[in-house]
């Protein structure tokens, strides 16, 4: 069964700074997606961005960039220039072919003014 | 509709009573989810269904949860005899299925906060 890890419960950062928030996951599969989610207070989960693994090139959004590593099996998100709207809980999932999302544990990021 | 849409928004039962869930996917998308996420917790998967495929129902803690899709679009999670231990967020998603590659991401509800008393 795949796994995701996150091993960082929480993070801070200061307004403006860069921040990156770990991922790791386990799969025997070769094609697959990954995910970062965000859920702010309000619960809405969001998504921040998306990674085929087919795909060498890493995904970017705006202030949002991953470092897709296939082989270590790590995909961890840079948030660039912090905003204090950046404060949520991130969650890193997993998805492949005909299979529902595996989520991590997520990880509490905290923006300092 | 624009979202997916989950009712009610906040549910408070009494231990032992039965409650109805009711999440309405975003018009098309094949694939729906039901996830549980307790205090401060991540997601919890519950169970999946895919098309007129058989739902995958490995993640139900226990006989005393069941969920239904009809017609493909709507679903109903019913939690029979409610336990304290159950109080939780209750999350609907749905996607959209490409055959080639997999399903896209998941949209989201605002999920039903599920409070047994």
């Known amino acids: 069964a795949q796994t995701v890890t996150q091993s960082q419960p929480e993070m801070s950062v200061q307004e403006a700074e860069t921040v990156t928030l770990s991922c790791t996951y386990d799969t025997s599969e070769s094609d697959y997606y990954l995910f970062w989610y965000k859920q702010p207070p309000s619960r809405q989960m969001i998504l921040v961005i998306r990674q085929e693994a087919y795909k060498q090139q890493n995904a970017t959004e705006n202030r949002f960039s991953v470092n897709f590593q296939k082989a270590a099996k790590s995909f961890s998100l840079k948030i660039s220039d912090s905003q204090l709207g950046d404060a949520a809980m991130y969650f890193c999932?997993?998805?492949?072919?005909?299979?529902?999302?595996?989520f991590g544990p997520g990880t509490r990021l905290s923006v300092l003014p | 509709g624009a979202g997916v849409s989950q009712s009610p928004s906040n549910k408070v039962t009494e231990k032992g009573k039965d409650v109805e869930l009711r999440c309405d996917p975003i018009?098309?998308?094949?694939?729906l989810y039901w996830y549980r996420q307790s205090l401060g917790q991540g997601l919890e998967f519950l169970i999946y269904?895919?098309?007129?495929?058989?739902?995958?129902k490995s993640g139900l803690p226990s006989d005393r949860f069941s969920a239904e899709r009809t017609g493909g679009s709507v679903s109903t999670l019913t939690i029979q005899r409610t336990q304290q231990e159950d109080s939780a967020v209750y999350l609907c998603a749905s996607s959209l299925k490409l055959s080639a590659v997999g399903n896209t991401e998941a949209f989201f509800g605002q999920g039903t906060r599920l409070t047994v008393v």
């Open positions: 999932a997993y998805s492949n072919y005909g299979q529902n999302f595996v």
């Open positions: 018009s098309g998308h094949t694939a």
């Open positions: 269904f895919q098309g007129n495929s058989a739902p995958d």
